[in-house]
């Protein structure tokens, strides 16, 4: 393909480039330039046995980078290599029987190896080695192994190969390396044409102009739908309690403090919307006559707030709905399915995201959680701990699985 004409689907991404000691690791001079042409920012590890195949200096030039071979060495790029979540992706190709064998066992004795270890990013390796070596029932293992952590491993080609053998061994095309790096890094855009109205945060009730009733929520989790609809291709409008998060770019985010005023927000906003997914803990709870002065303690051996309920915003808007997919959350402490289901048919929604908040590891303010997911059509669909991103794409998943798959809903406005 003519470079000027290069699509940058990489555009800034940060990946590592791996090359082991095969006769193909010249061909990881190509890639390399291939993901540079995309606009991706590669560092080059080579391990010492690429070396004797392709001097680092070619990848240097390349690059633009200093190519790490060593795990003993010192320099700037190295800091960056062995920091875990600096990298976006490790792509390893050419892949020897040897590195697939490290690998599968977690041996750490070279740069390359270490890194796997340290790696929280996806991993994408493309073997290349003679044909029998690649049938032999220990590489075949080594590759289950990986495949089974999640590792993408590529199967290499059949051809000629350096042996003279015609074999499956040949390092796979290069336009095979490049689309496993776009499926891992380019999420899909499978929200297009979606207007998805998310809330998140919690909600303050004022008691007086100093203090105010809330809750524990941190806002993760709505924020984290907000970010993976956007990443899909959705028209994002984020409505926010108050949270110490920062308003992620290319959303609509609407700040709010209390109950009414969020009602009042997605009221605004939900008609022209196709999804609201309604993750903020509202306080169910508010003042029936917030003081106008600081309430003063002198003399006063107790207080007594008079409290009211504030309007349910789902119910409400379900009330109003024209075809908009409504999904809930159900933050609960004990018999959390029960309660969920009951949500769900009382709220009128179409998904209920049931949330037990004391179980361990997960639910207000961590960064991971556990969820069920219930749907008015009776499908229930577990979700284990997970970071509350991966766990925004599956919930993403689910809706357009079980709503917005499913035949349109008619219209409930005559
Ligand atoms: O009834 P409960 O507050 O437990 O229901 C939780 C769901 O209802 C959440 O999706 C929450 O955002 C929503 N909710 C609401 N209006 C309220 C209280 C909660 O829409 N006043």
Known sequence: MDETQSPINLWGKRLVLGVTGS????????LLRAFAREGAAVSVVMTQAATKFVTPLTFEVLSGKRVATDLFESHEEMAHLIVPGQAQAIIVAPATANFLAKAALGLADDLLSTMLLNAQCPVIVAPAMDGDMWTHPTVVQHVQVLRGRGVVVLDPEVGPLASGQVAQGRLPAESRILDAVHAALIPQQDWQGQRVLVSAGPTQEPIDPVRFISNRSSGKMGYAIAEAARDRGAEVVLVTGPAALAPPPGVTTVSVNTASEMSDALSLHFLSSTVLIMAAAVADFRLKMPAEQKLKKQGKSELILELES????????????????????????????????????????????????????????????????????????????????????????????????APRRESLVE
């Open 310 to 405: 504030t309007p349910d915003i789902l119910a409400m808007l379900s009330a109003r709905r024209t075809s908009q997919i409504m999904v809930g959350f159900a933050a609960e402490t004990e018999q959390v399915l029960s309660h969920a289901k009951d949500k769900l048919r009382e709220k009128g929604l179409d998904l209920i995201v049931a949330n037990d908040v004391a179980q361990a590891g997960g639910g207000f303010g961590s960064d991971d959680n556990a969820v069920v997911i219930l749907s008015a059509t009776g499908e229930q669909k577990a979700l284990g701990l997970m970071p509350k991103r991966r766990l925004a794409d599956k919930i993403l998943t689910a809706v357009r699985e079980l709503c917005l798959s």
């Open 23 to 30: 006769i193909a690791a010249y061909k990881a001079v190509g």
